[in-house]
Structure formats: structure tokens, C-alpha cells
């Protein structure tokens, strides 16, 4: 083989590592850009291997080959250069276009040259000419139609055309006749006519399949397309049997169909149903007869409104959606959040994995704007924490907070998953006009009664919400180098409102009479929100004096004091607790009665049965199914991850040194060390409170599927050397074999005489707390060392804990307090009353008079342990989860990857392997080596592409359309043929691969650029 040659077969090699590389570091931002350098580079070493190779032959051929990619690269580069970041979802559309265009050229050009081949090998070619012609311009017109919808040329409401199903049916079998009759016929007249045959009717079925998408579909049908182009490239390596278009198209088409996957999941879409164009057929019609309900009215509010309550928010999240893009707002956005940060206000930006136009269309804008990438978090991150948010405000989104998704099931977008901005105390929607969405529904979101309007241009109104803020709260220099904030006295909503009026059933909240017991059950706030519903609230007097909440401040939201509990019994329907009830309480119950409280039923069976006699009904707050949809009322979680805060804390105060390291004029101190046994709830929650105070912390549990939990929140996960999974029901650990125990208990002990503190909270529902620390363990540890027992009020963990006591044992000091929740009795009491509001909620579907017990509400049916009397519990057992839970506050639903096995993969893989044989038996040699390298890139693009970050999607679309972009290498190969009409068509493919080269590569760097981390 000649030298140039070799050099040409090398330059494909390298450049094929060079592409996997770069989609391999689009996993994480910081080795994106690297990532994408990697990319131009192995593209241009690709074209120089063409160049050196036999495949391009003349002066004429080298003259065509520079002259089409200086044209190329300079309309792609300036294109990418120009373009705006707003435009950017249209520029990808148009890259799109431009792969396909270039695949389907060369496969026309093929057919004019003449097929260079014989038997075997010009079958494969001609059926490889047939389906990259098709597929390339299916994807040319698509991807144009696509455009004209994204730039609102052409409507966005869905148009299918009559008979879609049989008319796809019509096109597949019209596509089979022609590739036979391609195959059979030795015309090249013919051959002519049939290519030019499938081009039109992949031109008619590109525009079809496009024009039946609706605006919520977009996102899905931009990826899909995306994924096309990959496989028109890859349809462009079998033509010209170059193994560096096959990868390159394989890895590309990958991508875009994993995309097309993940935008499916977000959007509730049949992945079935989007490949064949049928977008609309998961909406169920409603019945006749059947109105939607009436949507109410809208409330405007001003700017300086939403200042102030932004001012007087702790938590505010930001939900943005095309309408910012449109209004070219994401720098006022931006400088919003900045504002409000220096204010002490917590700012969180959800983004839904569809908001835009593209997926991670926001993620783009918003790293433009240099809001820092840490607190831009993905929709499934911000749910789970909506109920403790102040304020949502939603800037140009629609669909995408659209509650109808959730509770119309006659939707267009039903079923599809959205941030549930309603869930907010408040919430303020930015829009120019009551119009629908791009989906073209009605959003009840308007109409809620905790939601205002803020009408007018996006950009605008939050220009004006951060001169407002600087108005209302200035901040001023009082020496060099500090600042002093200087807020005007901002009243807080709540008490600028006035009392709410109800005349509905009564809720009572009683005084807990229990020892140590600080809480109340719904704190001021969470009693306005019950009295929204139409219940009325009676308050025993003094209920909520030890949690810091007067009469009076019940008063002001609309409650009615009353003087003892005996009357609240004697009115109330509900009685809301926080502890079970005493016997005196449970004799005050009377037929019909609801209690909602703790009430370990599986340990107190006799309490139950008392309740039940009493005629009552009774909702077990401890018995919530711990499922994402009732993360909201899981107050086990809520008190959970204060007791794990509260026991760092009470850590802190026994052991009398720093957690940091210190570097001070008396001496260099190093951090402490901190032992979490148990990663739950109360577990994260403390190791995210030592890795804050600046310990170094280690953690241990039983589960391995919470390591990436541990590290997340700051910890080390220490593993064992031993496989067992120790993952139980709900979420909790299970009993481990006597093996596990005893290499368990020996780190215990490595670790014991290294850590400083020991926080354990190891607990089994319904029975006595495994002991994890020994006595020998305590006295091994250094002196001062604290062992705080999360455990203690079934049995401790430590072999020397005493409930209720702080004992001092051989100078360490064992912490064995229960009521930790009780110690922050006023945050306890505010989470816990949001979970009563929600249980409240879920009963009666916000409107009291809608109260009732529905046993086909998973929710409901799990937490009732007794109805009217008659005893309920144990309940029907819920489906076992399969993986560790996702949340990292919250235990959550577990929800399996396409990467993990299912039952039907052997089915997959035999119908595969048998295909393989099919196809292979009667193909030529080189054919079955080409499909060995297609088979292997898609592998390997399947295996990569899970792993790219949400934010980065756009980045990933935009790169793999440059990529798709080296079908140029298969048009330079053909700048060398004498017949004018394959000469004009390798021209024209030339051109418009090297514009997605160009363009491609050259705005992904520009999107790379605008991702910033939060500086430290």
C-alpha cells in the first residue's frame, strides 16, 4: 500500500477516536470544550485523509475540494458567528437539513456516475443509495418545515392529514417496489427515474411527518431529526464503503435517537408513535356531554407587588420558557437572581427537559447570561422541595408548568411531566397576553387562586422587578471592600393579608400534651392554607406558644381560638396532631372523626383499636407510601432531615472544637472527622450539615445504590468488601446475614478510633434499632468524642445509650435524645403542617367540600388505618421498588434505565442475531466487515450518550449535526468524476456538508463557552 494511502487509512482511524471522544465529553461541561476542539480536529484530519488518499485524483479534483470547503466553512463559521443565541434552536434545524441534503446528493450522484460495482456489492449499493436518498430527504424537508414552525412561518398546531396510518403504510410499501425495481433493472434511465421517485415521495413524507407535529412535540421532532441525519450519513458510508461515515452516522443517528428517547420520558410520548409520525394518538377524547371546567379569572399584579414579595421570599425558584428567549430577557433574568442572591434571598432556575424549542434551549441562554451552572437545576430536582418555596416565578413558559398535564386527562399534553410551580406558597407568571401555549391549550395555572399575573414585554417587566428591588431594599459601600445592606421594612405577604373567611368543615389544632413535645401540629401559614380551602380552623389556646406562634397569629389568618381542647374535639371534623393521641384525647373522639397524626400502627395495635372503637376515622402519617407523587406529604422525611441536621448541631455543642480546619496566629487545627452509619433521609441530612461546618465526613449504609447520594451531599461512602445489596421495602434497609454483620461491625470499629463524632441512624420499621457501636467501640475512641443515637427511642444503635439522657462515658460523650425534631420546634412545626395541608389537599382536591375517603388514592388508601370504625390496617402491599431511591432529601419512586436489563432482552437480542444471519448469508464479504463497524458504533454511541448532562443536550444536537457533517469526505471523493451530472451533485453535497462542519463546530463552542460554575 502506498504511503499516502496508509497515512489516509490512519487519518480515518484517528479521526473515528476523535469523534468518540467528543461526544464523551459532552458527559460533563468542564471537558466539553476540549471535547469539541477534539472534534473539529479529527473532522479536518478526516478530509486531509481523503485528500491524500486515491479517492481524489487531478489538479481539477484538489482545486473543487479547496474552493467548495473555503465556501463551506465560511458560510457555516459566519452563520455561527451572527447567529443569536435565541435563533439557535432554527440554526440547528437548518444543520439538520443540510446533512440530509448532502447524504441524498450523493446517492443521486451514484446513480448519474454509474454504480462502480457488481453482483453482491451492487445490490448493497444501490438498497444503501435507496435508503440514504429517502432518509436524506425526509430529513431535508422535515427539518425546513421544522424551521418554519420554530420561526411561527407556518402554525404550530398539529395537521394530520386523513388516514395517516394507512397512508404510512402506502409509502412503505411504494419505497419496497422501488428498491426492487432499482435492484432489478440495469437502466441507468431507470435507475435515474426511481432515485429521483424516492427523493420526491421522502420529500412529500418529510413534509407530512413534520406538519403533524404539535408545538409540545417540537422538541421531540427536532431530535428524531437529528438522529435522521445521522443515519442518511451512515446510509452514505455504505454507498461509498468509507467505515469513517458509517461510524460517524451510526454514533450520530445514536445520539438523536437516545435524545429522542429522554425528550419521549419528559414529555409522556410513545417513542412508537413519534417515529411514525402518529404525535397525536396518546390524547384521549372526552366524553360527550362532558365540559371542561370553567377557568375563572386571571389577577394582574405590578412590578413593585412582586418585588416585595420576592424581598420577603427565602426561597424563590425560576422557571423560564421561550418567551424568555423571545424577548431576548436572559440577561435581565439574570441580573434578577443576582439581586436577589445579594439579599440573602436562595435562587433555584427549574428548567423542564422540553422548555423551548430544544432540549436545553434554556440551559444555552441562561449560561449566555453567566448565571452560575450549579443552581440551574433539571425539573425532577426542583418538584421534590416546590412545597417549601416562597415564590415560583414563571417567565414565558406555558406547557411546561401547564397543570392540566396532571389533572385533565383529556389533555393534549396529558400525562406529560411538568414543574409544579402551583405547588408554591406563591406564584407570579410573566406573560404578554392570556394566549395558549405553543401546544395550543388553555393553562388553569392562570386562574389558581395563589398565582398572579405580571403582563407585559419579559425583558421589560424584569427589568423593572430589578429596579424595584434596588428601590425597596438599596445596598450601599460603607467602607472599601464591605458592604452594608440596607432594606426598607417589607411586611411579609401573609400579614398583609386579610383574614381568610370559611364556613366549610372544622380542622382543630389542639395543644400536644406529650413530655418534651414543643410542635404544633399546622403552624400560621399552614393554617391560611386550609382556610383557602374553605375548612374552618379551631385552635385550642396556647397550641402553638411553644413552637413561637401566638393566638394572635393565628388569629390574623382567619383561625378561631377556642379555650381548651375538649371544645375543639366537641367541633371539629378533622383533628390534626402531631403525636398520638393520649387516652383523655381518644376519649374525646367521637362517630365520624378524623385524626390525622403519627401513629405507628404496626407497634401500637391497641391504640388503633381504641381509635377504631371510638367509632372514628384516623390517618397514619407515618403510614404515607413513600412514592414520588406523595413526596409532598411524607412528613417522616420532613422530620428526618431536621433530627439529622439538629444532631450535628447537638454534636457540636458537646464536642468544643472546630469542624474546619483552622489556620490561625496560635496554631494550625485540622477538620474534624465525622461518622455517618445510615444514609437515609436524617443521614444526608447531617452529612450535608458536617460537610458544610467543614468536617471531612465518612459514610456507611447497607444500600450501595445511595454511594452517589453520600457524594452528593459532601461524604465518602465506605464500602465493604462483601456483596450483599442491603435495600429493603419503602426504601429502608433490611436485616443483613450474620456475614455482612461481622465485617460491618469491624469497620465500625476501625472507624471508632479514628472519627471524632459518630452520628448512627440505623432503624427497621417495627423493630428494635440493630446495635452498630459496642461499648468496647466507645471506649476505643478518643476522649471527647460525641456519639449522637438517632436510634435511641427504639433501643440506640450504641450498646451505652440511655433514651432521654447524655451520658459521659469514659470521657465520650453518648447522646441519646429523641425529641431532636422538638428542639426546632418552630421549623418542625412549619414542615410538618405543610404535610397535614397536603394530606388535605389530596382528600378533598383543594376544595373542602370535595373531602371524602377515596380507597382507589393509593395515597389515601396507604395512610388510613381505620375508616368509620373499622380497622384498615395493614393495607394492600404496594409493588417493591427495584433500585435505590433518586432524591437526595426525599426517599422517591424508582424508575428503571434503558440500560439496565429487562425481561425482553434476550427476545431483543435473538431477534437481532437472527436478523444478522438474514441479511449477512447472502451479502458479499466487504458488506458483513462494513456491518460489523455499524454494529460496534452504535454500541459504542448508545453506551455514551447516556451519560450527557440534560443542560448539555443542545451542545449534543449541535455537535453531532457537525459531525454528520462528514458525509463531505464521501463528496470530495466523488470532485474527480468526468460525468457533469455527479460532478454537480458532489459539488453541491460539498458545500452544504462543509456548512454543518462549519457551523456546527463553531456554535457549539460559542454554547460551550457560556456555561460558568458558581465561584467559591
Same mark, same amino acid.
Not at 49 to 68: C, F, H, P, R, W
Not at 546 to 555: N, P, S
Not at 822 to 841: C, E, H, P, T
Not at 998 to 1012: A, E, P, S, Y
Given at each position: 500500500?502506498?504511503?499516502?494511502?496508509?497515512?489516509?487509512?490512519?487519518?480515518?482511524?484517528?479521526?473515528?477516536?476523535?469523534?468518540?471522544?467528543?461526544?464523551?465529553?459532552?458527559?460533563?461541561?468542564?471537558?466539553?470544550?476540549?471535547?469539541?476542539?477534539?472534534?473539529?480536529?479529527?473532522?479536518?484530519?478526516?478530509?486531509?485523509?481523503?485528500?491524500?488518499?486515491?479517492?481524489?485524483?487531478?489538479?481539477?479534483?484538489?482545486?473543487?475540494?479547496?474552493?467548495?470547503?473555503?465556501?463551506?466553512?465560511?458560510?457555516?463559521?459566519?452563520?455561527?458567528?451572527?447567529?443569536?443565541?435565541?435563533?439557535?434552536?432554527?440554526?440547528?434545524?437548518?444543520?439538520?437539513?443540510?446533512?440530509?441534503?448532502?447524504?441524498?446528493?450523493?446517492?443521486?450522484?451514484? !446513480?448519474?456516475?454509474?454504480?462502480?460495482?457488481?453482483?453482491?456489492?451492487?445490490?448493497?449499493?444501490?438498497?444503501?443509495?435507496?435508503?440514504?436518498?429517502?432518509?436524506?430527504?425526509?430529513?431535508?424537508?422535515?427539518?425546513?418545515?421544522?424551521?418554519?414552525?420554530?420561526?411561527?412561518?407556518?402554525?404550530?398546531?398539529?395537521?394530520?392529514?386523513?388516514?395517516?396510518?394507512?397512508?404510512?403504510?402506502?409509502?412503505?410499501?411504494?419505497?419496497?417496489?422501488?428498491?426492487?425495481?432499482?435492484?432489478?433493472?440495469?437502466?441507468?434511465?431507470?435507475?435515474?427515474?426511481?432515485?429521483?421517485?424516492?427523493?420526491?415521495?421522502?420529500?412529500?413524507?418529510?413534509?407530512?411527518?413534520?406538519?403533524?407535529?404539535?408545538?409540545?412535540?417540537?422538541?421531540?421532532?427536532?431530535?428524531?431529526?437529528?438522529?435522521?441525519?445521522?443515519?442518511?450519513?451512515?446510509?452514505?458510508?455504505?454507498?461509498?464503503?468509507?467505515?469513517?461515515?458509517?461510524?460517524?452516522?451510526?454514533?450520530?443517528?445514536?445520539?438523536?435517537?437516545?435524545?429522542?428517547?429522554?425528550?419521549?420520558?419528559?414529555?409522556?410520548?410513545?417513542?412508537?408513535?413519534?417515529?411514525?409520525?402518529?404525535?397525536?394518538?396518546?390524547?384521549?377524547?372526552?366524553?360527550?356531554?362532558?365540559?371542561?371546567?370553567?377557568?375563572?379569572?386571571?389577577?394582574?399584579?405590578?412590578?413593585?407587588?412582586?418585588?416585595?414579595?420576592?424581598?420577603?421570599?427565602?426561597?424563590?425558584?425560576?422557571?423560564?420558557?421561550?418567551?424568555?428567549?423571545?424577548?431576548?430577557?436572559?440577561?435581565?433574568?439574570?441580573?434578577?437572581?443576582?439581586?436577589?442572591?445579594?439579599?440573602?434571598?436562595?435562587?433555584?432556575?427549574?428548567?423542564?427537559?422540553?422548555?423551548?424549542?430544544?432540549?436545553?434551549?434554556?440551559?444555552?441562554?441562561?449560561?449566555?447570561?453567566?448565571?452560575?451552572?450549579?443552581?440551574?437545576?433539571?425539573?425532577?430536582?426542583?418538584?421534590?422541595?416546590?412545597?417549601?418555596?416562597?415564590?415560583?416565578?414563571?417567565?414565558?413558559?406555558?406547557?411546561?408548568?401547564?397543570?392540566?398535564?396532571?389533572?385533565?386527562?383529556?389533555?393534549?399534553?396529558?400525562?406529560?411531566?411538568?414543574?409544579?410551580?402551583?405547588?408554591?406558597?406563591?406564584?407570579?407568571?410573566?406573560?404578554?397576553?392570556?394566549?395558549?401555549?405553543?401546544?395550543?391549550?388553555?393553562?388553569?395555572?392562570?386562574?389558581?387562586?395563589?398565582?398572579?399575573?405580571?403582563?407585559?414585554?419579559?425583558?421589560?417587566?424584569?427589568?423593572?422587578?430589578?429596579?424595584?428591588?434596588?428601590?425597596?431594599?438599596?445596598?450601599?459601600?460603607?467602607?472599601?471592600?464591605?458592604?452594608?445592606?440596607?432594606?426598607?421594612?417589607?411586611?411579609?405577604?401573609?400579614?398583609?393579608?386579610?383574614?381568610?373567611?370559611?364556613?366549610?368543615?372544622?380542622?382543630? !389544632?389542639?395543644?400536644?400534651?406529650?413530655?418534651?413535645?414543643?410542635?404544633?401540629?399546622?403552624?400560621?401559614?399552614?393554617?391560611?392554607?386550609?382556610?383557602?380551602?374553605?375548612?374552618?380552623?379551631?385552635?385550642?389556646?396556647?397550641?402553638?406558644?411553644?413552637?413561637?406562634?401566638?393566638?394572635?397569629?393565628?388569629?390574623?389568618?382567619?383561625?378561631?381560638?377556642?379555650?381548651?381542647?375538649?371544645?375543639?374535639?366537641?367541633?371539629?371534623?378533622?383533628?390534626?396532631?402531631?403525636?398520638?393521641?393520649?387516652?383523655?384525647?381518644?376519649?374525646?373522639?367521637?362517630?365520624?372523626?378524623?385524626?390525622?397524626?403519627?401513629?405507628?400502627?404496626?407497634?401500637?395495635?391497641?391504640?388503633?383499636?381504641?381509635?377504631?372503637?371510638?367509632?372514628?376515622?384516623?390517618?397514619?402519617?407515618?403510614?404515607?407510601?413513600?412514592?414520588?407523587?406523595?413526596?409532598?406529604?411524607?412528613?417522616?422525611?420532613?422530620?428526618?432531615?431536621?433530627?439529622?441536621?439538629?444532631?450535628?448541631?447537638?454534636?457540636?455543642?458537646?464536642?468544643?472544637?472546630?469542624?474546619?480546619?483552622?489556620?490561625?496566629?496560635?496554631?494550625?487545627?485540622?477538620?474534624?472527622?465525622?461518622?455517618?452509619?445510615?444514609?437515609?433521609?436524617?443521614?444526608?441530612?447531617?452529612?450535608?450539615?458536617?460537610?458544610?461546618?467543614?468536617?471531612?465526613?465518612?459514610?456507611?449504609?447497607?444500600?450501595?445504590?445511595?454511594?452517589?447520594?453520600?457524594?452528593?451531599?459532601?461524604?465518602?461512602?465506605?464500602?465493604?468488601?462483601?456483596?450483599?445489596?442491603?435495600?429493603?421495602?419503602?426504601?429502608?434497609?433490611?436485616?443483613?446475614?450474620?456475614?455482612?454483620?461481622?465485617?460491618?461491625?469491624?469497620?465500625?470499629?476501625?472507624?471508632?478510633?479514628?472519627?471524632?463524632?459518630?452520628?448512627?441512624?440505623?432503624?427497621?420499621?417495627?423493630?428494635?434499632?440493630?446495635?452498630?457501636?459496642?461499648?468496647?467501640?466507645?471506649?476505643?475512641?478518643?476522649?471527647?468524642?460525641?456519639?449522637?443515637?438517632?436510634?435511641?427511642?427504639?433501643?440506640?444503635?450504641?450498646?451505652?445509650?440511655?433514651?432521654?439522657?447524655?451520658?459521659?462515658?469514659?470521657?465520650?460523650?453518648?447522646?441519646?435524645?429523641?425529641?431532636?425534631?422538638?428542639?426546632?420546634?418552630?421549623?418542625?412545626?412549619?414542615?410538618?403542617?405543610?404535610?397535614?395541608?397536603?394530606?388535605?389537599?389530596?382528600?378533598?382536591?383543594?376544595?373542602?367540600?370535595?373531602?371524602?375517603?377515596?380507597?382507589?388514592?393509593?395515597?389515601?388508601?396507604?395512610?388510613?388505618?381505620?375508616?368509620?370504625?373499622?380497622?384498615?390496617?395493614?393495607?394492600?402491599?404496594?409493588?417493591?421498588?427495584?433500585?435505590?431511591?433518586?432524591?437526595?432529601?426525599?426517599?422517591?419512586?424508582?424508575?428503571?434505565?434503558?440500560?439496565?436489563?429487562?425481561?425482553?432482552?434476550?427476545?431483543?437480542?435473538?431477534?437481532?442475531?437472527?436478523?444478522?444471519?438474514?441479511?449477512?448469508?447472502?451479502?458479499?464479504?466487504?458488506?458483513?466487515?462494513?456491518?460489523?463497524?455499524?454494529?460496534?458504533?452504535?454500541?459504542?454511541?448508545?453506551?455514551?450518550?447516556?451519560?450527557?448532562?440534560?443542560?448539555?443536550?443542545?451542545?449534543?444536537?449541535?455537535?453531532?449535526?457537525?459531525?454528520?457533517?462528514?458525509?463531505?469526505?464521501?463528496?470530495?471523493?466523488?470532485?474527480?468524476?468526468?460525468?457533469?451530472?455527479?460532478?454537480?451533485?458532489?459539488?453541491?453535497?460539498?458545500?452544504?456538508?462543509?456548512?454543518?462542519?462549519?457551523?456546527?463546530?463553531?456554535?457549539?463552542?460559542?454554547?460551550?463557552?457560556?456555561?460558568?460554575?458558581?465561584?467559591?
Amino acid at each position: 500500500m502506498q504511503l499516502t494511502q496508509k497515512i489516509a487509512e490512519c487519518s480515518y482511524i484517528v479521526a473515528s477516536l476523535f469523534f468518540i471522544y467528543t461526544l464523551h465529553a459532552l458527559s460533563k461541561v468542564e471537558s466539553s470544550k476540549r471535547g469539541n476542539a477534539f472534534g473539529m480536529l479529527g473532522m479536518f484530519l478526516a478530509i486531509a485523509g481523503t485528500i491524500a488518499s486515491d479517492e481524489v485524483k487531478g489538479t481539477n479534483a484538489y482545486i473543487l475540494t479547496a474552493v467548495t470547503l473555503i465556501i463551506g466553512f465560511g458560510v457555516g463559521g459566519f452563520c455561527a458567528r451572527v447567529v443569536k443565541m435565541t435563533q439557535m434552536p432554527q440554526m440547528v434545524g437548518l444543520l439538520n437539513a443540510f446533512g440530509g441534503l448532502a447524504a441524498a446528493l450523493e446517492g443521486l450522484g451514484i !446513480i448519474i456516475g454509474g454504480a462502480d460495482a457488481e453482483g453482491g456489492e451492487l445490490v448493497v449499493l444501490k438498497i444503501s443509495v435507496h435508503v440514504g436518498v429517502i432518509i436524506g430527504m425526509i430529513t431535508f424537508l422535515g427539518s425546513l418545515v421544522a424551521c418554519g414552525k420554530l420561526m411561527e412561518i407556518i402554525g404550530s398546531n398539529p395537521r394530520f392529514p386523513p388516514f395517516r396510518n394507512l397512508i404510512n403504510l402506502l409509502f412503505l410499501i411504494f419505497w419496497l417496489v422501488m428498491g426492487g425495481v432499482l435492484i432489478a433493472t440495469d437502466s441507468l434511465g431507470v435507475e435515474i427515474l426511481v432515485v429521483l421517485l424516492s427523493a420526491f415521495s421522502g420529500i412529500v413524507f418529510g413534509i407530512m411527518f413534520t406538519m403533524a407535529i404539535g408545538g409540545a412535540d417540537m422538541p421531540v421532532a427536532v431530535s428524531v431529526l437529528n438522529s435522521l441525519s445521522g443515519w442518511s450519513g451512515c446510509a452514505a458510508g455504505f454507498m461509498t464503503s468509507n467505515n469513517l461515515l458509517i461510524i460517524t452516522g451510526a454514533l450520530v443517528g445514536a445520539s438523536g435517537w437516545i435524545l429522542s428517547i429522554i425528550m419521549c420520558r419528559g414529555m409522556n410520548r410513545s417513542f412508537a408513535n413519534v417515529v411514525f409520525g402518529s404525535w397525536g394518538d396518546a390524547q384521549k377524547k372526552r366524553p360527550e356531554g362532558e365540559v371542561q371546567e370553567q377557568q375563572g379569572e386571571a389577577v394582574p399584579t405590578s412590578a413593585e407587588e412582586v418585588a416585595e414579595r420576592m424581598l420577603s421570599a427565602k426561597r424563590v425558584v425560576i422557571v423560564p420558557g421561550y418567551g424568555m428567549a423571545v424577548a431576548k430577557a436572559q440577561g435581565s433574568v439574570a441580573e434578577l437572581a443576582r439581586e436577589l442572591r445579594k439579599r440573602g434571598v436562595e435562587i433555584v432556575f427549574g428548567i423542564h427537559p422540553v422548555a423551548g424549542r430544544l432540549p436545553g434551549h434554556m440551559n444555552v441562554l441562561l449560561s449566555e447570561a453567566n448565571v452560575p451552572y450549579d443552581i440551574v437545576l433539571e425539573m425532577d430536582e426542583v418538584n421534590p422541595d416546590m412545597d417549601r418555596t416562597d415564590l415560583t416565578l414563571v417567565i414565558g413558559a406555558n406547557d411546561t408548568v401547564n397543570p392540566a398535564a396532571l389533572e385533565d386527562p383529556y389533555s393534549i399534553i396529558a400525562g406529560m411531566p411538568v414543574v409544579e410551580v402551583w405547588r408554591a406558597t406563591g406564584c407570579v407568571v410573566l406573560k404578554r397576553s392570556m394566549r395558549a401555549g405553543y401546544a395550543g391549550v388553555e393553562n388553569p395555572l392562570f386562574f389558581r387562586e395563589n398565582t398572579r399575573m405580571l403582563f407585559g414585554d419579559a425583558k421589560s417587566s424584569v427589568d423593572n422587578l430589578v429596579q424595584s428591588i434596588r428601590e425597596k431594599a438599596p445596598m450601599k459601600d460603607t467602607a472599601p471592600g464591605e458592604v452594608e445592606m440596607v432594606k426598607k421594612t417589607v411586611k411579609k405577604v401573609e400579614e398583609e393579608e386579610p383574614p381568610v373567611q370559611a364556613d366549610g368543615r372544622i380542622v382543630g !389544632i389542639v395543644r400536644e400534651t406529650a413530655d418534651r413535645e414543643k410542635r404544633v401540629s399546622v403552624a400560621p401559614d399552614g393554617a391560611r392554607l386550609i382556610l383557602k380551602m374553605n375548612f374552618q380552623v379551631y385552635v385550642e389556646t396556647g397550641a402553638g406558644e411553644a413552637a413561637g406562634f401566638t393566638d394572635v397569629m393565628y388569629e390574623k389568618v382567619g383561625c378561631k381560638i377556642v379555650a381548651t381542647a375538649h371544645e375543639v374535639f366537641e367541633h371539629a371534623e378533622i383533628i390534626a396532631k402531631v403525636i398520638a393521641p393520649s387516652e383523655d384525647e381518644i376519649n374525646m373522639l367521637h362517630k365520624g372523626q378524623t385524626l390525622i397524626s403519627f401513629i405507628w400502627p404496626r407497634q401500637n395495635e391497641q391504640l388503633v383499636e381504641a381509635i377504631a372503637k371510638r367509632g372514628a376515622s384516623c390517618v397514619a402519617m407515618d403510614s404515607v407510601p413513600r412514592i414520588s407523587r406523595a413526596q409532598r406529604l411524607d412528613a417522616l422525611s420532613s422530620m428526618a432531615k431536621i433530627a439529622g441536621y439538629r444532631a450535628i448541631i447537638e454534636a457540636c455543642a458537646h464536642y468544643q472544637r472546630f469542624l474546619n480546619v483552622e489556620v490561625t496566629a496560635a496554631g494550625k487545627f485540622p477538620p474534624s472527622k465525622v461518622l455517618i452509619i445510615g444514609a437515609g433521609v436524617a443521614g444526608l441530612s447531617a452529612i450535608g450539615t458536617a460537610h458544610s461546618l467543614g468536617a471531612v465526613v465518612n459514610a456507611f449504609d447497607t444500600r450501595p445504590a445511595v454511594k452517589l447520594e453520600v457524594q452528593s451531599m459532601g461524604g465518602n461512602f465506605l464500602e465493604l468488601d462483601f456483596q450483599e445489596d442491603g435495600t429493603g421495602a419503602g426504601g429502608y434497609a433490611k436485616v443483613m446475614s450474620p456475614e455482612f454483620i461481622k465485617a460491618e461491625m469491624e469497620l465500625f470499629a476501625d472507624q471508632c478510633r479514628e472519627v471524632d463524632i459518630v452520628v448512627t441512624t440505623a432503624l427497621i420499621p417495627g423493630k428494635r434499632a440493630p446495635t452498630l457501636i459496642t461499648k468496647e467501640m466507645v471506649e476505643s475512641m478518643k476522649p471527647g468524642s460525641v456519639v449522637v443515637d438517632l436510634a435511641a427511642e427504639q433501643g440506640g444503635n450504641c450498646e451505652v445509650t440511655r433514651k432521654n439522657e447524655v451520658i459521659n462515658h469514659n470521657g465520650v460523650f453518648i447522646v441519646g435524645l429523641p425529641d431532636f425534631p422538638s428542639r426546632m420546634a418552630k421549623q418542625a412545626s412549619l414542615m410538618y403542617g405543610r404535610n397535614i395541608v397536603n394530606i388535605l389537599d389530596e382528600m378533598s382536591g383543594g376544595k373542602e367540600a370535595n373531602f371524602k375517603y377515596d380507597f382507589d388514592n393509593v395515597i389515601v388508601r396507604q395512610s388510613t388505618v381505620c375508616h368509620n370504625g373499622e380497622i384498615t390496617f395493614p393495607p394492600p402491599k404496594l409493588a417493591e421498588p427495584s433500585a435505590a431511591p433518586k432524591s437526595t432529601t426525599q426517599q422517591a419512586d424508582i424508575v428503571v434505565t434503558a440500560e439496565q436489563p429487562k425481561d425482553r432482552d434476550w427476545m431483543v437480542m435473538l431477534a437481532c442475531g437472527i436478523l444478522i444471519y438474514a441479511i449477512g448469508i447472502p451479502s458479499p464479504d466487504s458488506f458483513l466487515g462494513y456491518l460489523m463497524v455499524f454494529m460496534l458504533a452504535c454500541i459504542v454511541g448508545w453506551k455514551i450518550i447516556w451519560n450527557v448532562a440534560a443542560a448539555l443536550h443542545t451542545p449534543l444536537m449541535s455537535v453531532t449535526n457537525a459531525v454528520s457533517g462528514i458525509v463531505v469526505v464521501g463528496a470530495i471523493g466523488m470532485l474527480d468524476a468526468s460525468n457533469a451530472g455527479e460532478l454537480i451533485c458532489a459539488l453541491l453535497a460539498a458545500v452544504v456538508a462543509a456548512i454543518n462542519v462549519g457551523g456546527g463546530f463553531l456554535v457549539t463552542q460559542r454554547m460551550l463557552g457560556f456555561f460558568v460554575l458558581e465561584k467559591e
